[in-house]
Each structure stands twice: as C-alpha cells, then as structure tokens.
C-alpha cells in the first residue's frame, strides 16, 4: 500500500490526518519520543530467520495484536528505557522477508492470523518496516509458548499478557457475536439493494460484498478512488469483457451516504455501489432488454420477468470483479462474503430462460415450456479471500452463477469459464 493514504496510531499521537507513511511520520514520532500503546509496538530489529525462539516470540506478538483490535508493529525502531521511540535502527527487507513474516503469522498463530501486510519505509542502510496485524473476527489467536504450550495473548496497553480463562471465554463469545454482526449487516445491505431495485418493475440481479473487517481508510473515500475501482472491473472479469451488465463509458459516479454510486441506462439498467468500509453492492435490470419482435429468438421480448441464463452469468461475474476490485483497491485484509440472487417486484414468477449454441457466438432462445418459474429465489453465498486472483473469482462467480441458475433448472454455465 505504498503511497496510500493510511491511518495508523502514529498519525494519531502526532495529530495528523491520514496520509502516506512516510520518513518525516517517523522522524517526528522519534523527536516527539512517541510511547508504545495497545496498537502500537517498537521494534529495534526483524525476528531471526533461524531462531525458533524469535518465531516463537512473533507469533505472541502478532496472536496478541489480533487479539486486541489489531495493530502496528514497526521494526526498525529502537526505544528508550520507557517504551518511547528513541532513534531508527534500519533493517534489511525484501520480498523473502514478507513471505517469511506472514508463513509464521499463519503458520505458528492458532486460529492464523491473515491479512498482516506491511508499509515499508526506505531509508538510509536499509528500512523501517510498519506491519499492520488487523483486527480478526477469529479471536482469541493462541500462541505456541514453552515446549508447545498455547497461551492467548493480549495488548494490555503497551504491555503483552496473556488471557485468563474468563478473558478467553468472554473472546469466544465475541467471536460468535461478531459472525451474527457480520450476518446481519450483510443482510441489511443485501436488503436494502434488493428493495432499490424493486422501483424497475423488471427481473433484477442483486448482488453484495461485505468484508468481515472495514477498510483502514476510514469513513469516506474520494471520487477518483471510486473511479480507479469501477474502471477496474473489465480487468477482472471471468466471461470476455464484452459479455457485461456494466457498459461503463462516461456516466458520472455521484455520492451518497459513504460511498460512490455508478448509475447506468442502456441497453439495462444497473447501480453499482462502493462503500467506503470496502462493502460493495450491485443491481442490475436482467428483463427488458429488448421490446424488437426481430430479436425474439434470442430475447424474451414483452416478457419483463424473464431474463436469459447467460445474462445471469455476466451480472454475478460483473459483481464478483467489483466486490475484488472494491476491497483490494481500499487495502482490506479480511475475508470477504458475497450474496446473490435474482428479485422481482412482487408476487410475479421470476423465469430464466435457457439457450442453446448454434455457432460460435451464436445463441437461441430454448422453448418457454423448458423453463422452469420461480416465485422466490433463494439468496446464494460464497467468500473470498481479499487478494482473490483469476482463479479464485473463477470459483466464487461458477459457485454463485450455478446456485442460481441451478434453481431455475438450468445446468452448465455458458460464460464463465475456466481461465486457461
């Protein structure tokens, strides 16, 4: 996330708004002799790569950052004899580097602790590396401690203690509260998506993204933000780029309440939404595409409630690039749950028709009699990882896309293919 503007407890014990990490941050943090606090750790030097004490001793530190809201841990940085930054003390950093420190974040933490991710700083001999441990929705985190003993730490202000049964009781029932937290605020969404897109009077798809913890950017992200993640879509599409529900071109994106609306018409109608917590929504008209009587061996024409299996595909594959795009181009760390499913508004049965290939690109509509209605469709899910590559958007859009399609009695998917 280099050169992006972050929030860290540095920015806040000097009184600055979110910006860059940078060398300046760190050099008023060691002049203003900044202490150590519950989210905010010293360190003179990276772990040893051969001591499995060192490994060890990480583990505790990350398990008791994720235990306790999250965190920064900054190596590179010496200290006084009162926890307060004293001096920087550079170290040696590569891509080795960060491969090693998140294997031990996953490997020696129990449940792992994902998501750490780092803010390098280059400076003279070397760097200061800030890590960034979130906060997790699997705590208690439990550490390897003496001859393969599990302790939970925990940050009781800039000291590291480790939980009592009472206290590791009480993480595991917030734990749970947080999943039903996580659940409802999905359904809300979802919900209130669902309801917007009612006002069509057509079949629509509606789909949400929620992470399971918000972005580090804060309550509110800029416009040009919000363009880079919707002009990042096409790039992450599974179907070809032109097998869209999303014909993004020079509409204008607006805001509303913490988030960037994307608002477009011809030939469908769809909203796509970015939130400021890195949750994103999407709905589009599926019906009515076309009302030409020459189309109508490829199109349901004066049918508003049917739409075309290989529409279904392009809009959960549109969604699925959106809700990446959203959360990677915010720098969210967690798990990311998505929802799905074909709406209508009312008591209509909501029809999906199949098709079969005759070319190359080349489609006709099946008979009416092989569809099978659906009064309600039921809401489908799947989660991703935040840096969720090709082939993981492949599997999430294929799990979602047939869910679907699967209850209208449609085998197969005919646009979301496997990325060579």
Known sequence: MIGVDILTPLHRALGR??????????????????????????????PHAKSDDAGDEFAKDVAAMANSGGGWIVYGVGEDGHSRASDICPVRWDSSESKRLRALAYGRVYPPAVGVDFEVVEVEGGAVVAMRVPDSAEAPHFARYRQNALRAPQRNGPETVFMSEREIERAYAARFARRRAWHDDMQDLFGATARASARSRLICGVLVARPAEPSPRGVRIDKSLAQTIFSAISGRKICAPQLTTIHHGNEPVRPGLRSWVLRLASPQGARAVVH???????????????????????????????????????????????????????????????????????????????????????WRLADESQSRP???????????????????????????????????????????????
Do not use: C
């Open 276 to 362: 400021a917590d890195g949750s994103a929504s999407l709905s589009v008209d599926l019906g009515g595409w076309s009302e030409e009587s020459e189309t109508s061996h490829v199109w349901p024409v004066g049918q508003p409630f049917h739409t075309i299996a290989r529409a279904v595909e392009w809009f959960v594959d549109d969604g699925v690039a959106l809700a990446s795009a959203t959360v990677e181009t915010l720098g969210v760390n967690s798990p990311v749950r998505v929802m799905a499913s074909i709406v209508g508004p009312g008591e209509e049965a909501l029809v999906i028709r199949d098709e079969h290939a005759l070319f190359r690109d080349e």
């Open 374 to 420: 659906v009064t309600e469709f039921e809401a489908v899910a799947a989660s991703m990882t935040a840096q969720a590559d090709q082939a993981e958007r492949y599997d999430v859009a294929r799990e979602l896309a047939l869910d679907l399609l699967n209850q209208a009695g449609i085998e197969g998917l005919k646009s979301i293919r496997a990325p060579r």
């Open 17 to 46: 708004e979110a910006a860059p990490l940078d060398l300046s941050i760190l050099r008023e943090a060691i002049d203003s002799s900044i202490a150590e606090a519950a989210d905010l750790d010293w360190k003179k030097e990276l």
